[in-house]
Nanobody
Framework: QVQLVESGGGLVQAGGSLRLSCAAS????????MDWYRQAPGKQRELVAT???????NYADSVKGRFTISRDNANNTVYLQMNSLKPEDTGVYYC????????????WGQGTQVTVSS
């Protein structure tokens, strides 16, 4: 069984920074893409950033230049460094990963709340 556990959320003022972490554990053979999504109240979940096993990353236009996704393959962990935070970044942030364990499957974390005050 594979588990993803996020941490690092919290309350921050606009312009501040937070760093989210997501650690995958369990019977993991390999991890392909790892992503961060977020869901604001009353809105659909949206993709924030994605990173391949080789380190290639892509970002939503709304966070380009402010957020940085990275990963530590040795420790099955993905990070999201969030700078210059805005109130519209508020939401629950989820990580997900495509994991081979031993069949390929997509796994989600439980989410971590990020609140940006104006």
């Amino acid at each position: 069984q594979v588990q993803l556990v996020e941490s690092g959320g919290g309350l921050v003022q606009a312009g501040g920074s937070l760093r989210l972490s997501c650690a995958a554990s369990g019977n993991i053979f390999s991890i392909d893409a790892m992503d961060w999504y977020r869901q604001a109240p009353g809105k659909q979940r949206e993709l924030v950033a994605t990173i391949t096993k080789g380190g290639r990353s892509n970002y939503a236009d709304s966070v380009k230049g402010r957020f940085t996704i990275s990963r530590d393959n040795a420790n099955n962990t993905v990070y999201l460094q969030m700078n210059s935070l805005k109130p519209e970044d508020t939401g629950v942030y989820y990580c997900d990963a495509v994991v081979f364990s031993p069949a390929w499957g997509r796994h989600w974390g439980q989410g971590t709340q990020v609140t940006v005050s104006s």
